[in-house]
């Protein structure tokens, strides 16, 4: 199964539907940001989540990651395909073009970033923190499209709500950072800890406060101008996923190593996992210590 995390209404942007089953997944760390609904395209089952709740109510700081993946992952889920919209810190990164990032530095520092943060010593492999078959399948279905999709990136992620300073912005581009958001962090850390694939289309919204806005141009217009961009942006990347889902009708996705990510990552003897932390971990540990 597939999940897409993205905005409000996801359902019906994607695929122009408002039906499926809807489910409110309780979980070990607390509410999702909002129900779940699956819905069945071309074939595949897909979990849609909003990110941000409804309405766009909670801001990247508060987002309940944890209990969004582990919702997610007690529903079926193995692939997760994020949306994100993001500031460019490179000329040729363009507003309104698509980005699938393949690096990430997190510069997060308010959000918990592990699910085993008691009882358990976990280090999963983080090397590479997307899912490559799925970065892949993106870029193949995005060279298909209508829009510019860019095949990689670093992708900085700060923690906000506010947006960077222009010393912070340079410094971001000294670092070789391509884009800077707020969401994909822990995000994609979470995922590898759930052993869910996971990747990102990153939404090209502006450029970062690094390059000058044009002279005479008041706040409001800038703000005007950057809701087009996103909106045209979130436009092609419902394109693209829809695509990206469509072509795993005809090819099915493999699971790949990240899908037995715990294998190498759980460092704490299986004997010392007690019936407390089974129950507390679920669907989390499941595979692996049936696995053990």
Same mark, same amino acid.
């Given at each position: ?8 209404? /996801?359902?019906? !942007?994607?695929?122009?539907? =408002? @039906?499926?089953? #809807?489910?409110?997944?309780? *979980? ?108 892949? /399948?993106?870029? !193949?279905?995005?060279?298909? =499209? @209508?829009?510019? #999709?860019?095949?990689?990136? *670093? ?108 294998? /190498? ?28």
């Amino acid at each position: 199964m597939i999940g897409v995390i993205g905005g409000t209404g /996801l359902g019906e !942007a994607l695929f122009g539907v =408002s @039906g499926g089953n #809807v489910y409110n997944v309780p *979980t070990p760390f607390g509410e999702p940001s909002g129900p779940i609904r699956i819905v069945e395209w071309h074939g595949v089952h897909v979990a849609l989540l909003a990110r941000h709740g409804e309405g766009h109510a909670i801001h990247p700081s508060q987002v309940p990651y944890r209990a969004n993946i582990y919702a997610l992952k007690a529903v079926g889920v193995t692939h997760v395909i994020a949306s994100g919209a993001v500031g460019s810190l490179r000329e040729e990164l363009k507003p309104r073009e698509l980005v699938i990032p393949d690096q990430v530095i997190d510069r997060t520092y308010r959000r918990i970033p592990t699910f085993f943060d008691e009882g358990l010593a976990v280090h999963v492999e983080f090397a590479e923190p997307f899912c490559e078959q799925l970065r892949q /399948l993106l870029i !193949a279905t995005g060279k298909k =499209s @209508g829009t510019r #999709v860019h095949p990689r990136a *670093t992708y900085v992620c700060m923690e906000g709500p506010a947006f960077s300073t222009v010393a912070e912005s340079h410094m971001h581009r000294a670092w070789s950072g391509d884009l800077i958001g707020m969401t994909v962090m822990p995000e994609a850390k979470l995922a590898r800890e759930a052993e869910l694939s996971y990747a990102m289309v990153a939404l090209v919204t502006d450029y970062d406060c690094w390059k000058p806005h044009e002279p005479g141009k008041d706040r409001k217009a800038l703000l005007q101008e950057i809701s087009g961009h996103l909106k045209e942006a979130t436009s092609h990347a419902h394109e693209l996923i829809r695509a990206a889902i469509e072509a795993c009708a005809v090819e099915p996705l493999a699971k790949t190593w990240i899908h037995s990510a715990l294998d /190498l990552g759980v460092w704490t003897n299986p004997t010392q996992i007690t019936p407390e932390l089974t129950q507390r971990y679920g669907v989390l540990l499941q595979r692996f210590l049936d696995w053990r």
